[in-house]
């Protein structure tokens, strides 16, 4: 056992890697928030010396604009449709492959999650672009796609520059933080419960829905979470496979610090995202703590 001082020497650098990369720049962010902005971009001088006087210029001009205006709570809810669409379409591609992996037998499960975890290999960029080409005009996809929706006679359609390219990019990006919680889960499970139920009479279904469904809900929270999380903030996937109709609130973000330089608005916007994320990942982690199904689960 570890005494009190080792414990202590080896939480120092978690700590530290937190309070530095963490702590400190949300810090700084939270200040930006209050301050003006510049005339020429970034934020004006914190004391101002206006005939003979010294003044502090601190401000909530940046909050007032942020809470009123409809363009960026419009942002934020297209992001967060697009995170909540993207978790959906990752945990009902994501959960029976992390089941079929969790199922396989030992020899072919390591090359299975190979073959996630393989996409991290590249570039992050490279994949988007990838999808790019993929989704582009002279694709064969968007070339039997058209032919399909041509047939039924319903107008072409125009797979890049979409929503529907961004929340494709979305879900091919974050699929394997899905996968990857839920086979640590599913992995864990006792196959004597599943057999136990069999002799009581269950069916496949049943004992899907009444045993493995509810001791997989903490990898499903897991990988939700992992998929949500970044989805919402996300600006690079958007910005090159989307349109105007189909930016989020990592855009604006992005903009306000690089291109229009109004620091303390993009500052705001990134704290209103960020209380929002972490208030909805309060309440989906009280619900979940109160559900039958966790509780079952963590026994």
Request: proline share 5%; net charge positive; with cysteine.
């Amino acid at each position: 056992m570890l005494n009190l001082t080792e414990k202590r020497v080896l939480a120092l650098p978690p700590l530290l890697y937190l309070v530095v990369l963490f702590l400190v720049p949300t810090l700084i962010m939270i200040f930006i928030a209050f301050r003006e902005p510049g005339s020429y971009g970034g934020v004006e001088p914190l004391l101002a010396h206006i005939n003979g006087h010294t003044t502090i210029n601190m401000s909530l001009d940046s909050f007032r604009f942020a809470l009123s205006s409809k363009f960026i709570w419009q942002l934020f809810f297209r992001s967060m449709i697009f995170s909540l669409i993207t978790t959906a379409c990752c945990l009902i591609l994501g959960y029976p492959l992390a089941l079929l992996v969790a199922r396989t037998n030992a020899k072919y499960r390591d090359l299975l999650l190979l073959l996630v975890i393989i996409p991290f290999w590249s570039c992050f960029l490279i994949r988007v672009y990838a999808w790019m080409i993929i989704l582009g005009p002279d694709s064969g996809v968007n070339h039997l796609i058209n032919y399909i929706v041509q047939f039924f006679g319903f107008p072409a359609v125009n797979l890049l520059y979409s929503s529907f390219a961004v929340v494709v990019c979305l879900v091919y990006i974050n699929l394997p933080f899905m996968i990857l919680p839920l086979y640590a889960n599913l992995e864990k499970h006792e196959d004597d419960l599943l057999e136990a139920s069999r002799d009581l009479g269950a069916t496949r279904l049943q004992s899907f829905w009444r045993i493995t469904l509810p001791l997989s809900m903490p990898g499903i929270l897991a990988g939700s979470a992992l998929v949500f999380i970044p989805s919402i903030g996300m600006f690079v996937v958007p910005e090159l496979v989307g349109n105007n109709c189909s930016l989020m609130i990592g855009n604006l973000i992005k903009q306000q610090f690089l291109q229009t330089m109004n620091w303390p608005l993009g500052s705001v916007t990134s704290i209103i995202m960020t209380l929002a994320v972490l208030s909805i990942s309060l309440l989906v982690g009280y619900i979940a703590s109160h559900t039958n199904g966790l509780k079952y689960a963590n026994k």
